[in-house]
């Protein structure tokens, strides 16, 4: 089984957290079903139950190592995130505030090595979007599932976490047209028809993971009218998860196709 998980740090009906389901046959990953999530009390449950996957999950899993070495934190990932984790995300703000303010204009920001191949935020941002709070509610369920975090965390092999980036798949197809929103009013015809090429490209394999996207009728539609784009978003983990997991297969790759010298404090996103 293959898993896509769009995350949320405050979930809610209105805004679950969504998991995509599916499976890889070859090039071929068929999209078997999406399941929503709306505490995270129930999210983690469904982690922690027994089963044999692969997943991709869009939340940071580690933090930047400046960061982490200027705070006088632990730099071993698993001590450093049970000491993250015990902090309130007020006690987060205003740390990582006072880092930023210390710093120049233009360099307010530590970030991972993975940031610039992967185009994404810094994991330490706590606003536009908040991963901050998402690596502080998810990484803890995870490791609360025991679940296994190649090239930062040993734990059950039969259930493997990695982290996952949507907009780096998006982008390809995308370049920098937008195709989701939150926001009812910014929810426009040219967002619809950008998750419409979006689905087009997937379903026809033309993206460099070689991978080629399986739907239904009733899916592909799903996937178009959620204006949320958070469907879309657990698919394109999904996307990812499966090339991780080709690799996996094809050649015993332990790292699941992460890079041999990622830092084992930050972690790396996946195909960046």
């Known amino acids: ?13 209105r805004k679950p957290i969504v998991l995509a389901l599916g499976q890889r046959q070859g090039a071929r990953v068929q999209l078997t079903g999406l399941e929503r999530f709306d505490t995270l009390a129930a999210f983690g449950q469904r982690l922690s139950q027994a089963g044999d996957w692969v997943g991709g999950f869009d939340l940071p ?16 990932w698993q001590a450093c995130m049970q000491h993250y984790r015990s902090l309130t995300r ?16 233009g360099g307010k920001f530590a970030h991972r090595a993975t940031d610039g191949p992967a185009g994404s935020s810094p994991s330490m941002k706590w ?7 998402m690596l ?7 490791l609360d599932a025991g679940v296994h975090l190649p090239g930062l965390h040993a734990g059950d092999p039969r259930r493997v976490a990695l982290e996952a980036y949507p907009g780096l798949l998006a982008r390809e197809v995308l370049t920098r047209r937008s195709y989701k929103s939150d926001d009812r009013a910014k929810q426009t015809p040219d967002r619809l028809i950008a998750r419409k090429d979006l689905v087009n490209a997937l379903e026809l394999g033309s993206i460099r993971l070689g991978m080629r996207l399986k739907l239904s009728h009733a899916q592909r ?7 949320s784009g958070d469907s879309m978003d657990a698919v394109l983990c999904l996307l990812q998860a499966a090339w991780a997991q080709q690799r996996h297969a094809e050649s015993g790759d332990a790292l699941y196709g992460l890079p041999q010298g990622l830092d084992p404090l930050e972690g790396w996103i996946v195909t960046a």
């Open 127 to 133: 606003v536009n979007p908040p991963v901050a709070y």
């Open 1 to 13: 089984m293959l898993l896509g998980c769009d995350f949320s740090s405050s979930p809610t009906r």
């Open 61 to 76: 899993f580690g933090l930047p190592r400046e960061l982490v070495q200027t705070l006088g934190w632990p730099t071993d």
């Open 90 to 105: 007020e006690q987060i703000r205003s740390l990582f505030a006072a880092f930023c303010d210390a710093r120049p204009v």
């Open 136 to 142: 502080h509610a998810g990484v803890p369920l995870l």
């Open 221 to 227: 539609d799903a996937l178009v009218q959620d204006a």
